[in-house]
């Protein structure tokens, strides 16, 4: 009978975050603000029926699980005086729990609490040897005691004390045994790997040095649009906080350039129309902040890569003589500018619809180039540091 609750409790599919009240009623909704709910000692829900934010300690609940397929379960530990939340790694005839890093197993309703490996120096002062010793390993033989148990004697031995490990060899036994079970963790990935597309507008704001009075350099736009393509790296089993994003961009930067100066012999005035692209490769780091239901917030720290092309279609050149007013015009490139560098990049983002199958970002990115090169030729040459903005918002699948 207990099997079939757990069966029935586990099937949740795509419906979300789930709490089991003592009533044994499933209800649906969202957790609020918790990442890690391996030693959560109370769980705040919102109920998607009427949007109701309530606290559950243990006491209030049979379990709750997750939309990423975690199961947790109330129980009394006999070292806790009061009962915890427990996760469920593997429920059946011998589930396995997990608290605190340490793994119980429910053997018939008796709870055996598996104690970790430890080492011991062994022999005098002069010749000390130091043996390592797994007591879990033990505590499994006697548990397991049978011909299912002795057919697995060689794997039991060679155990590690890690939740895959463990459950391997519970799934082994009841698959011997012809025993109904969930392995609760085998529906879990290790990460979950989600295709995104990108679209957004960026805005450069670009300083020259050295900075002179008498040269003026103004470009018609300073906002161009991107568009990029990646992958998202998030919903780590062990590091529920952090994702990675990795893209690759392309940002149209055709422009227009009036350019000005001056000095005692005359003055230089030039137009240049260009055609310039970026390919940019951004990559990052994300750290969730706060998770508000489905929407969680968070902060990337990484760079950005960026190799631009420059072609010019069109550039004219007056130069005028202040001793005699003659008025030169050539049409010749007079700026060049291919940039191939790196970076340093931060991002603060939303992630709507969080766990579920689609889902979107919102983004504000900023990064910093410095001592990029341009050649104002053949007047000079001039530094330039890019300070950009971006606005992006991405599907992700």
């Known amino acids: 009978m207990l099997l079939l609750i757990l069966l029935s409790i586990s099937s949740y599919g795509q419906d979300g975050d789930f709490v089991v009240l003592p009533?044994?009623?499933?209800?649906?909704?969202?957790?609020?603000?918790?990442?890690?709910?391996?030693?959560?000692?109370?769980?705040?829900?919102?109920?998607?029926?009427?949007?109701?934010?309530?606290?559950?300690?243990p006491s209030d609940l049979i379990a709750f699980g997750l939309d990423n397929g975690r199961y947790f379960k109330s129980i009394h530990l006999p070292e806790e005086n009061e009962k915890v939340?427990?996760?469920?790694?593997?429920?059946g005839e011998k589930s396995l729990y997990k608290y605190k890093k340490v793994f119980y197993i429910d053997d018939d309703g008796k709870l055996v609490k598996l104690n970790s490996?430890?080492?011991q120096s062994l022999g005098a002062e002069s010749n000390t040897q130091r043996s390592n010793f797994k007591p879990f390993v033990n505590t499994l033989n006697l548990i397991l005691a049978g011909d299912c148990g002795n057919s697995l004697v060689v794997t039991v031995m060679g155990a590690k004390y890690t939740e895959n490990s463990l459950a391997e060899i519970l799934s082994k036994y009841h698959e011997c045994e012809g025993l109904e079970f969930i392995n609760h963790i085998q529906e879990i990935p290790l990460v979950r790997i989600s295709p995104m597309a990108t679209a957004g507008l960026a805005f450069l704001n670009q300083d020259y040095y050295p900075i002179n009075a008498s040269k003026v350099m103004v470009f018609d736009r300073n906002s161009f649009p991107v568009f990029q393509a990646g992958v998202r790296f998030h919903q780590i089993r062990k590091l529920p906080r952090l994702a990675f994003d990795l893209s690759v961009a392309y940002m149209n930067r055709d422009n227009t350039l009036n350019y000005q100066f001056e000095n005692s012999e005359g003055l230089t005035t030039g137009t240049q129309v260009y055609r310039s692209s970026s390919i940019l490769v951004p990559m990052f780091v994300d750290y969730q902040l706060f998770k508000f239901g489905s929407v969680g917030t968070y902060i990337g720290l990484g760079g950005i890569v960026r190799n631009t092309s420059f072609e010019v279609d069109y550039a004219i050149v007056d130069y005028t003589l202040f001793f005699n007013s003659v008025t030169t015009v050539t049409e010749e490139q007079f700026f060049f500018n291919e940039d191939r560098d790196f970076a340093p990049a931060i991002k603060l983002?939303?992630?709507?619809?969080?766990g579920k199958k689609v889902g979107l970002l919102s983004e504000l990115q900023f990064d910093y180039q410095s001592k990029n090169t341009v050649r104002v030729w053949p007047y000079s040459d001039s530094t330039y540091k890019q300070f950009t903005v971006a606005f992006l918002f991405s599907i992700i699948f």
């Open 23 to 57: 009533s044994q009623e499933k209800v649906y909704g969202s957790m609020v603000n918790t990442f890690d709910f391996t030693n959560a000692k109370s769980v705040n829900f919102r109920n998607s029926s009427d949007q109701a934010v309530n606290q559950y300690m």
């Open 85 to 91: 939340f427990v996760q469920v790694i593997l429920s």
């Open 117 to 119: 490996s430890y080492s």
């Open 349 to 354: 983002g939303a992630h709507i619809n969080q």
